[in-house]
C-alpha cells in the first residue's frame, strides 16, 4: 500500500503559524478514502450501495507541529475489524519525524441501522481482513 | 430586517493573523440564511419544494483586516431580482467601520434546470420584491 | 458557568447531509475559548504573556449525527489538572440528547519549551484549579 | 507554466452533493502560491522580505457544480500589473469544460502601508511583468 500525500495549505493554517489541529482530522479522511481506493473499495462504491459510514470516534496525539508547505505522509492501516465495526490507525511523518498519531472507528448504517459488514459488504470485509494489520 | 452577526473564530484566522479571506463567503452565506428565514423563506422550505438555490457568482471588496473575537456586523439586502435570477448585496462592518462589501447571484433549479421564480416560487418571488432596495 | 452554543452552518454540513465529524474539533475550540473568557484568562491574555497552548491530543465519541440549523449546547469543564497540562471534556447536545462527546488535553510553551502553569501562568492555574471537576 | 491540480476532497462537499461555492476561493490561493513558486518568488520569500500581500478583492463565477474526486484543473495567469497592484486571473476546468472563472486583485503592504511593488521587490516585479498575458 502506497502512503497518502498532503501538501500543507495556506489557509490550513493559524494565528500561531502552523497547522490547525482541526485539519489533521480532515488529512485522516483524506488517506482514508485512499486507502479504501487502493483496496478497491471506494467511498462511492460503499455509497452506490445505499449504506454510509458514519465516523463513531476519533483521536489525534499532536507530536509537532507542521506548517504551510510541509508535505504530511500519511501511513494508514486498519488495526481492528469485528462483524460491526472497523477501526483505522494512521502514522503521520514529515520527513522521518512522526508529527501526530490518529485512529478513526467507524460502522455501516443503512436505513438507519447498522449492518453487520461481512454479510451485507462481504467483498469489502475481506479486501479489509486481508490488509489488516496486528 | 435585523443585521447578522458574525464573531470570528480562532480558527478562521490565518498565519497573517487575520480572517482568511475565504470566510467572508461563508459569512455571507450565513447572513443570506438568516435573511430569507426573516423573509419567512428558509432554505429547508426552498429544498423541500426540491428546488436547489446554486450560487451563480460571488464577489468580495476587502476593506479592512478583521481578527479574533471581532464582532462582524452583516448588513444584507436584495438588490436586484429579475424572473430568473437574484442579487444579494453585503455590506459587513466592525463598529463604524465598513470591513468587506459584498455580492452574490443566485438562480434556482428544479430537475437540472433553472426555473422562473415568480411561476415556481410565487411566495418567494413576492417577499423578495416587497424587501428590495433599490 | 454558561454552555456554549453553536448554530450548524450550511457549510458545515457534508454530502450525506449532516455536521462533517471535523467540525466538532472546532466547535470544541470555540466552546473553550469562551470557558476561558468566562473564568477571566482568554486566549488573547495567554499570548500577550508570549506564552502558547499549543493541543496535545483530542478525541471525540459522535453519538448522533447533527444537521444544518441544530443549536449544539457545549458543556465544557476541567477534568483534569497537573503542574504540566490539563484537560477538557466536552459534552455536546442538542435538546436533551447527547450527540457527541470530547475531550482535549494542553499545555504552555514559552520559546519553544513546556513551562509548568502553576509557576509561569499562576492567576490561570488557580483559577482553573477553583473550577475544576472531579 | 503548468496548471495547478487540485482533487476534491469529501468535506469540500456540501449537502447539495457539490463542492461548496467557498472552497473555489480557496483552490485559486493554492493555484496563486503554486504560479508563485514556479515564477520563482514563493509566499516565504515575500513575507521573508516582512512584506505582507493581502488580497483586495475576488471574484468567482460558477459555471458548472464539481464534487467529490474530480480533479479541477487551474490555470492561472497574471492578468493586470500596476505600480500598486497586480491582478491573477483563473480559468478552471474539469476534462475540456469550464467550472469556474475567477479574478483576485492584489497589493504589498509594509509596515501597515502599501509599497511600490517594482521599487520595494524589483525582482518580483520583473518576473511579474515577463509573465504577464494581455
Redesign the interface.
Known sequence: MNTYKHEV???E??????T????Y??FM??AR?DYLDQVGYG??KIEADNV?S?????????KR?TT??DVIEIEVFISHVTEMKFEFTYVMRVGEKIVCNGKSLHCFIENGRPVAISKRLPELYQAICKVKKD
Request: hydrophobic content about 30%; proline content about 6%.
Open positions: 495549505k495556506y489557509y493554517c493559524d494565528r500561531m503559524g502552523v490547525h489541529h482541526s485539519n482530522v480532515r479522511e483524506e478514502v467511498f462511492e454510509f458514519p465516523v463513531i470516534s476519533i483521536q489525534c496525539e499532536y507541529p504551510f508547505k
